[in-house]
């Protein structure tokens, strides 16, 4: 067996959820290889479509949010022959003579664009090649309900009847969850967290991160909660890849405020936390998760996120407010509240409790 994994150059929560998944074949003595799809089409077209995402991601936003809700209202933008699916079905050449050279026996996509490329690949052809999407948000975006693979992976099970609703068949559903890394699995003890990150053992601590990309009001809103902040509340603030942002919050740097850039550390960061606020991205929400670590949000890009956003809400493990100038208030407000704390950490205790890397892994090896 020789898995392929697809992914997409267009932020890090997909090739993270992509290395999770090799990272738990590698474990079972499976070879798993990784490809950027948009690498198939040409390396110049993906570095242009990602630098694009980046910086509409990270500076218009509403634009981002636009281009979504027309996709949902109009099912055609990616249907069978639209001009962005025979645009993603330019690279199928370049894939179909990668699969046959190195002998791929299944492909797993983590991203919707890999879905449609994937989709016209087996069409019409004979290869014997098993084939798999794995959703990191919790939605059925567009686009997915467009392919016909073996196999979706979906993040929960209480998002079965969208997934059927989209035209996936139920009985190729398998609400895994979304796969993370093992480091987010397992727990450094809070107390020496906080000592290894430099906060006072019995202080509160806030992590706030929006992506890898760095993206949002952080500025504005780690400028309110460091004005209202007790005494023995500390926060880290990390700007992932944005140079830009970094420079606009150092400012905020003090005794009790930490800004960071990209940092390795994001686990150990996550167990020195009291309470993590973030944009509701489907991966770093579900690391957060794992970790037990209660959350806050900042309306940063609407889209898929927004569907992550309102299941967090609704499942009592997540704190928001319509109102952004009310979040600072609330955060330094719930970080306090032992009670919610804890009702928070229990219910992410309830609903993440299995290894979805695992659980894929486990298919294809019993249908090998």
Not at 62 to 83: I, N, Q
Not at 195 to 211: D, F, S, T, W, Y
Request: charged share 25%.
């Amino acid at each position: 067996m020789k898995i392929l994994l697809l992914t997409c150059n267009t932020g890090q929560g997909h090739n993270s959820t992509a290395n999770s998944i090799a990272e738990k074949f590698s474990q079972h003595g499976v070879e798993c290889v990784t490809e950027d799809a948009l690498a198939f089409l040409s390396p110049k077209m993906s570095d242009f479509i990602a630098s694009w995402h980046v910086r509409i991601y990270r500076y218009a936003p509403v634009l981002f949010g636009f281009g979504y809700e027309f996709a949902e209202k109009h099912p055609s933008t990616f249907a069978d022959d639209s001009v962005a699916y025979n645009f993603f079905s330019l690279g199928v050449k370049k894939l179909e003579k990668y699969v046959l050279d190195e002998n791929i026996t299944a492909i797993i996509c983590v991203h919707m664009f890999p879905a449609l490329m994937v989709n016209e690949l087996v069409k019409n052809k004979e290869l014997k090649v098993k084939t798999a999407f794995v959703a990191t948000d919790y939605t059925c975006s567009p686009g997915v309900g467009e392919s016909n693979l073996d196999v979706y992976f979906i993040p929960h099970k209480n998002l079965v009847g969208e997934f059927v609703a989209c035209g996936i068949p139920e009985e190729n559903i398998i609400p895994s969850g979304i796969p993370v890394k093992d480091m987010f699995y397992s727990f450094e003890e809070k107390r020496e967290a906080k000592k290894q990150v430099g906060v006072p053992e019995n202080a509160r601590h806030i992590l706030m991160m929006c992506g890898s990309m760095g993206c949002g009001p952080m500025e504005t809103v780690g400028e309110a909660i460091k004005e209202i902040m007790p005494e023995d509340a500390y926060m880290t603030i990390v700007c992932g890849t944005n140079k830009k942002l970094k420079k606009k919050v150092d400012k905020l740097e003090s005794e009790r405020v930490r800004v960071l850039g990209f940092t390795d550390k994001v686990s150990l960061l996550m167990d020195s936390a009291d309470l993590y606020v973030t944009k509701p991205g489907g991966l770093s929400i579900t690391e957060a998760s794992y970790k037990r670590l209660p959350l806050a949000f900042i309306d940063a890009v609407s889209g898929c996120e927004s569907y992550n956003r309102y299941f967090f809400i609704t499942q009592g493990m997540a704190l928001a407010s319509n109102d952004p100038k009310r979040l600072p208030a609330l955060c330094v407000k719930r970080l306090y509240d032992e009670e919610k704390l804890s009702r928070q950490r229990e219910i992410m205790q309830k609903e993440f409790n299995r290894n979805p890397a695992e659980i894929i892994c486990e298919y294809f090896l019993k249908t090998e």
